[in-house]
């Protein structure tokens, strides 16, 4: 049939049009998602038996609960914000945990999305402890995984998503086998986890090239590089986007926790987003690498990883120095961490670089008097850290301590605060190629709290450290 050279090109257009839109994602079956193919009566029944659910070899109690159920405990109470149907599955007292393996066979060019509901109860017993949720291959080849610790994202009484994207590349491990849900409880006596509303969806993807390189850049410090106070549901209309659509070409794998903490919240390496649970309160919360990621894939329109480790009121003397650290030391698991996140991108195919340390911390050696050695400190650090994830010409930024923070008002605090950004400064003039000073001076207001920055605020830090990457040495 011949066609009129318009209407080939409406054709063309169309077929274009539709080669462009995105695919449709697919529901991934998954049996007895939401506990409801099992009865029980009253509130809770311990049991090991839940249909189409294998439990693991484990410690701990576990079992389903109905939380809209009047009993002895008050876990829920009314009707619950969150829950899928009449049942939920619990943990207590103990690591516990089940599995499924599912008809889905992992595939190539794919991106997987895993979302669990998780609920905070508002009485009985115990403490949320953590959830360990995982998606992996029939014989246990990594392809999504990640823990919530301290605190659970959703309001006491209330159940809310947690969940994790991941794109495969050509050739990831286990191509093929059938695909396996986990979800575990936490290790910790007296510490309960509840789970929900178990969802799967694989979205086919555009191929990516093999062994495709990606830019590497590693987030580190205290408790406002983990984001502490940076709730995601109180960002500004102007920044909400960092949230809801973070850049595809942007990864992330963190390690966060605060000192003290039994438990830390783990993702492995996958698509940058929030990070769920274990930040002030019972939100989704996130740190500068939100905007860092996102503004970084824009801006030079290519892929990015972070890797981050953040862990809450850690000083550089007391725990993050290689050799002498006066407290818990934190710079083996940092150089750790590192490493196994490199290890993951490239079995995901990639060939990551390490370009940048973007360094947020220093309040705690400001408060607590160590501040007058922060500099000479500092400076031992970067040079260990180049050393040992063999990247002698990493750039490290290193973010000035707000001076307007009402923590640093006194006149000791505000001495040791002046001390931590003078060997910030002293640091970046004597390697001037390779160290940069970020200022934050000028944010004076709407803090979070006396040291934490706001959730708009965080985003600033990391749109800041992006810019300055990009601007070049």
Known sequence: ???????????????????????????????????EQDSFAGEFTVTNAVSGWRALGESGQRGLLAPE???????????????????????????????????????????????????????????????????????????????????????????????????????????????????RGSPLANTYVDLDNVRLTATPVAARPAAMPIDVFIVSGQSNSQGWGANSARLSAAN??????????????????????????????????TQGSGFHGNYDGFGPELALGSDYAVGSDKPVAIIKYAVGMAGLAQNFVKTGASATPLYPTLIQHIHAMLAELRGQGYAPTLRAMFWLQGESDALF??????????????????????????????????????????????????????????AADADPQRVFYVRTDDIGAGFADDTHYSADQTIDIGRRWAARYLSGP
């Open 69 to 183: 159920t009047p009993g002895i405990q008050t876990f829920y109470s009314g009707a619950t914000p969150g829950v899928d149907g009449n049942n939920i599955e619990f943990h207590w007292n103990g690591q516990s945990g089940i599995e499924q393996v599912l008809t889905e066979r992992l595939q190539a060019n794919t991106r997987y999305t895993l979302t669990v509901a998780s609920g905070t109860r508002n009485g009985g017993a115990g403490a949320f402890g953590r959830y360990d949720i995982r998606l992996t291959t029939q014989t246990g080849k990594p392809v999504v995984s990640w823990s919530g610790a301290s605190r659970n994202l959703a309001a006491p009484g209330a159940f809310a998503d947690t969940g994790r994207d991941f794109e495969t590349g050509a050739n990831p491990p286990g191509l093929g086998e059938r695909l396996r849900i986990e979800l």
């Open 369 to 426: 008097g160590t501040g007058s050695g922060y500099g000479a400190n500092l400076s031992r650090f970067m040079a260990d850290v180049r050393a040992d994830v063999q990247a002698p010409q990493l750039r490290f930024y290193l973010t000035q301590i707000n001076p307007n923070m009402p923590s640093f008002a006194a006149p000791a605090a505000r001495t040791g605060m002046q001390q931590v950004n003078d060997g910030m400064v002293q």
């Open 1 to 35: 049939m011949n066609m009129p050279s318009q209407g080939i090109r409406i054709a063309c257009t169309l077929a274009a049009a539709l080669a462009a839109s995105p695919a449709p994602a697919a529901e991934v079956a998954v049996v007895n998602p939401s506990f």
């Open 240 to 273: 909400r986007h960092y949230a809801d659509a973070p850049d595809p070409r942007a990864l992330l794998g963190y390690r966060q926790h605060l000192l003290g903490d039994a438990l830390a919240s783990i993702g492995s390496m996958a698509q940058l987003d």
